[in-house]
């Protein structure tokens, strides 16, 4: 232990001068009648367990006995006062001896506070780089999250783009006016729904090609995960597929089209790149399309920029791509992003899940078991 960490740790200890590990006699406060439960808020605390961290890791205070839907709890004297600190299934609690008022629960919990920021800065924040480094991280798996944003933009596009039925009048005009508004706002809601349901589509895709990095000769030692994240979508395809093959090639080809007219005009500002979005001005004839002729294909030449036809063709092509990535290219990984799993990178249990992914079925039967432990850990019965 270098004298940096020496340092941190004893400045961590200093700022809990006043706590202390209990007296053996000391009375459960969890599980007798003497405790005084206060739930703490879960702001003050988001990651409950820094504070087993400072209490049991650096102060070295001993665990308590973990019961039924816990996941731990440490006992330990403020001032002389007996209290623990319990994580359990539905937040953090802290508990106080009843015989004793004199222990304000905010000066308690603001000290812990204060010693996780010190702890954080001086002792966790160079830990937290290297293991990033050595790739021993747990990448959350968001793909249910982001496949729901994309399929609720989707269905709301479809829903508008669905044809209404109108009242008819015996004044033309009248009839006309209102058909006109009709399509009008169904092509305004289909095609606002629709740029984000292609704006979703790409951020679950992204997603998707972060957890299949695993399933595609990851390398701990040559992979760097930072970088990798923050590559553009089209990069983190090419290191995924061979975009070389045929198949691969075509729907890299369609889905940069997509991206480039729909989804990357919208997100700077409606402008096309190479200032394909201006006006050139011809001497007597007016403001031109940079574009020309070829402003047929602008997204700013209809009315609305994603019409019907388009959004259906989208949508074929999103549809295509991604049974081709479940079915063919990358089943493995797809089964992984479907089951909901957090992405586990240290080197032992990555290496036993890629060893079970090499067969589908004791792949599928290896995520319910890692399922049903996970729920497990979630509802604090294990």
């Known amino acids: 232990m270098d004298d940096a960490l020496k340092t941190a740790i004893s400045n961590v200890k200093l700022r809990l001068r006043d706590f202390a590990v209990p007296k053996k006699d000391a009375p459960d406060l969890v599980w007798g009648s003497e405790g005084q439960r206060i739930s703490i808020d879960r702001h003050q605390f988001p990651v409950p367990n820094l504070l087993l961290f400072i209490l049991h890791g650096v102060c070295g205070f001993p665990l308590g006995w973990r019961g039924e839907k816990m996941h731990w709890c440490v006992p330990f004297a403020y001032k002389d006062i007996n209290c ?6 539905f937040g953090l609690r802290l508990y106080i001896n009843k015989s004793n008022s004199k222990v304000n629960p905010k000066e308690v919990l603001g000290k812990l506070e204060k010693a996780i920021g010190s702890a954080e800065k001086h002792i966790l924040s160079t830990l937290a780089q290297q293991q990033i480094s050595d790739g021993n991280i747990t990448i959350a798996n968001n793909f249910h999250k ?3 944003q994309y399929h609720y933009f989707r269905e709301q596009a479809e829903t508008a783009y669905i044809p209404q039925e109108h009242y008819k009048s015996n004044d033309p005009v009248e009839g006309i006016s209102e058909i006109l508004n009709r399509n009008f706002n169904a092509g305004r809601s289909g095609s606002f729904n629709a740029l984000a349901m292609i704006d979703a589509y790409f951020s679950r895709l992204e997603h998707f090609f972060v957890l299949a ?6 390398d701990r030692q040559s992979d760097n995960l930072v970088e990798f994240v923050g590559m553009v979508w089209s990069d983190k395809l090419k290191r995924i597929l061979n975009v070389n093959e045929t198949s691969v090639q075509t729907f890299y080809e369609q889905l940069v089209n997509v991206k480039e007219k729909y989804r990357n005009t919208f997100a700077h500002g409606g402008f096309e790149k190479s200032g394909q979005s201006f006006y050139f001005h011809l001497p007597s004839f007016g403001a031109i399309p ?4 070829g402003h047929r294909e602008s997204v700013h030449f209809n009315l609305f920029p994603v019409e019907n036809d388009s959004f259906n063709n989208i949508c074929k092509l999103f549809d ?4 081709y990535l479940k079915n063919d290219a990358l089943i493995s990984a797809w089964q992984f992003a479907d089951s909901g799993l957090d992405l586990i990178l240290e080197e032992k249990k990555l290496s036993e899940m890629l060893a079970e992914s090499e067969d589908v079925d004791s792949f599928e039967q290896w995520i319910d078991r890692e399922g049903y432990i996970a729920d497990m850990y979630a509802n604090a019965d294990y």
Not at 213 to 218: G, I, P, V, W
Not at 320 to 323: G, L, S, T, V
Request: aromatic content about 18%; overall charge negative.
């Open 84 to 89: 623990t600190i319990a994580f359990e299934k």
């Open 146 to 148: 982001l496949d729901g």
């Open 213 to 218: 990095l695993a399933f595609s000769n990851y």
């Open 290 to 293: 940079a574009s020309m002729s």
């Open 320 to 323: 295509e791509f991604d049974n």
